[in-house]
């Protein structure tokens, strides 16, 4: 069994910032490409920032210069760094991870969410 647990999430008025953390745990063979979505009320679920393996990164423009991603491949861990928060920020985030396990192939994981709200 794999799982993916999140930490970090909270209330932060804006300009603040916060940090996320996502580890994952179980029979782990490799982790691939690793991301945090977001989804507020009413609202579809959207790519925040992803990193693969190798360290490339990629941003959502509305998060570009604020948010950072980054990983722990030694501890499975992914993180997001968020400065200069926005009350459009707010949002349940979820963790993704694309996983190798051994001898059961290749299969998308998600967290089970952490609410960060941005207000005053």
């Known amino acids: 069994q794999v799982q993916l647990v999140e930490s970090g999430g909270g209330l932060v008025q804006p300009g603040g910032s916060l940090k996320l953390s996502c580890t994952a745990s179980?029979?782990?063979?490799?982790?691939?490409?690793m991301g945090w979505y977001r989804q507020a009320p009413g609202k579809q679920r959207e790519l925040v920032a992803s990193?693969?393996?190798?360290?490339?990164?990629n941003y959502a423009d509305s998060v570009k210069g604020r948010f950072t991603i980054s990983r722990d491949n030694a501890k499975n861990t992914v993180y997001l760094q968020m400065n200069s928060l926005k009350p459009e920020d707010t949002a349940v985030y979820s963790c993704?991870?694309?996983?190798?396990?051994?001898?059961?192939?290749?299969?998308?994981?998600w967290g089970q969410g952490t609410q960060v709200t941005v207000s005053s």
């Open positions: 993704n991870a694309d996983i190798l396990r051994f001898l059961l192939g290749r299969t998308d994981y």
């Open positions: 179980g029979r782990i063979r490799s982790i691939y490409d």
């Open positions: 990193i693969t393996s190798g360290g490339t990164t």
